[in-house]
């Protein structure tokens, strides 16, 4: 009898010590939520010029070489050089665009992503900043920490969605990340199928949808969403993940690809990785020198 007391007593002590949700495994048993690891990408839809995924019809497989968001820093010339599965993993990345975009600046492209001008003043004049430690105390500076960014770190990215659908028109959304680039500036953007039949990429869960990684290339991102994702009729394809190498966000558009002086996507603005919802994966993928 005293024996059968004190293992009673143990078991009590034991639940009482661990954490809510942890005593009982049922909790996550009938979790109908869905957890997305992330995919790398070196533009909106696609990867080294080819299709990523297969959006379905009407919309097929985007991809192609206009369609790239980074390229490989060419410094004896103006043009950039095009990625690929061979390219090799020191390769620094720049910026690249679609020649056919209005507007754009040439003295944009080809420029390497770590070296992307910044807004400094009420004109909208730019020009390069000097990383925060090297610069004066009272002048404009930098927080990133200006080292090169190689293929290898863009595909180095790491992170996961947890999707928990909360009714007919809520859901909860839970990101994590890390091998970002620290200290830099992020978007996530839920790129949504329309009632037209267009694709046009929405702020993720409404605007402000930017979120920093913290020093060593870590973040999170949390958001309830006004409808449930993982519904088989649901308009999203995919969370794409934005890099802004000129440290500015667009409010609910990801770049000025239209204004008088276009800064569109590709030179200021790059998708880095997306997590797939509603698409169909094309296999054999070759990701180059991703580990």
Known sequence: MRCHALRTLLILCLVTLL????????????????TIRMQPLTGSFQIY?????????????????????????????????????????????????????????LNLVNI??????????????????????EAE??????????????????????GRAKIQCTGEDSAQIRMKFRGL????LYTLWAF??????GIAPRPLGGVPNAFVPNAKGK????????????????????IVLALHTDGSVFGAVPAMADAETAKPVGVT?????AFPVHVEEILDVDEGCRD
């Open 219 to 238: 973040g999170s991102f949390e958001r309830t969403l006004n409808f449930c994702p993982l519904d088989d009729d649901s308009p999203l394809f995919d």
């Open 181 to 184: 680039v620290p200290n830099a």
């Open 137 to 158: 105390i009272t002048a404009a500076s930098r927080s990133l920490p200006n080292d090169p960014l190689t293929l290898d770190d863009w595909l180095g990215a790491r």
């Open 192 to 197: 949504m199928d329309l009632p037209g039949g």
């Open 49 to 105: 010029g080819q299709p990523r995924w297969d959006l379905g019809a009407p919309h097929g497989s985007p991809g192609g070489p206009a369609g790239e968001h980074v390229a490989e820093y060419n410094p004896s010339g103006d043009t950039p050089i095009p990625l690929s599965p061979d390219t090799p993993c020191d390769a620094v990345l720049a910026t690249s665009i679609d020649p056919s975009s209005p507007n754009y600046d």
């Open 269 to 273: 603005v790059h998708a880095q990785a």
């Open 19 to 34: 954490p809510s949700g942890a005593a009982l495994a049922s909790d996550d048993d009938d979790d109908p939520g869905r």
């Open 112 to 133: 390497p992503l770590h070296e992307v001008p910044i807004t400094v003043d009420g004109a909208g004049n730019t020009a390069f900043l000097p990383p925060h430690p």
